[in-house]
């Protein structure tokens, strides 16, 4: 069954919880599809008046901001090991080469990989736990989350259910077709908004530079 689908035969409540608790469990660095969740939920929500698009916004902005401060904890406590047993769990969203990616955008960016890293998957997922293994000031940390948290997730929530309204409008005399055009339509809205947020955070910190190999010492 289509994600859509089931969402629409779950309460309205239920889907305000799961939206929180996905993104909240993918903030704190479990690989879940909390993207996805979001927008197939918002959609939804410009379909069925049962669906307050302000109240999804809220749930998936607290999910947000909760998940990440607990994985920022969590890695605060448990160090590198922590980043060795995800690998070993997880090795295709926490192997070394994305942990050493992931490190790269920290120590170039700061906050700011906290705050774009929120339209980011592979960022969004290792935000909280790899700000606590770097022990980034946690004050930091908690303004860059909790602004990049609004940003991401009530301004996903805003743009897919506007599209949503403008497309159901327009195209729902075509019954399905009008969903998969709505969902086609959000799906672009998102990667454009990815690809926005990636040119800012590369404007605001400039490429990350390549490691300089070790220097080698000179002969006597």
Not at 72 to 82: E, H, K, Q
Not at 152 to 180: D, H, M, N, P, Q
Request: charged share 15%; hydrophobic share 55%.
């Amino acid at each position: 069954m289509h994600v859509q689908e089931w969402l629409e035969t779950v309460p309205a409540v239920s889907i305000y919880l799961l939206v929180g608790v996905v993104i909240g469990l993918e903030s704190l660095g479990i690989p879940l599809p909390g993207e996805i969740i979001l927008v197939s939920s918002a959609l939804l929500a410009s379909q069925h008046g049962d669906i307050d698009p302000v109240v999804l916004g809220a749930c998936a902005t607290a999910g947000a901001i909760i998940g990440d401060s607990i994985g920022y904890a969590i890695g605060r406590r448990g160090g590198r090991p922590l980043l060795a047993w995800l690998g070993g769990r997880f090795p295709k969203h926490f192997g070394a080469p994305q942990i050493a990616l992931a490190e790269r955008s920290f120590e170039k960016w700061g906050m700011w990989a906290v705050f774009f890293g929120r339209f980011v998957a592979l960022l969004r997922i290792f935000a909280g736990p790899l700000a606590g293994v770097l022990r980034m000031p946690y004050w930091k940390f908690l303004i860059a989350n909790v602004l990049g948290g609004i940003l991401w997730a009530g301004g996903t929530t805003a743009v897919i259910y506007s599209v949503g309204v403008v497309a159901e409008a327009w195209l729902k005399r075509f019954s399905w077709l009008g969903l998969v055009a709505a969902v086609l339509i959000g799906v672009i809205s998102m990667l454009v908004l990815k690809n926005r947020a990636k040119k800012a955070a590369e404007q605001a910190g400039g490429p990350v530079p390549a490691p300089e190999p070790d220097a080698v010492p000179a002969a006597d």
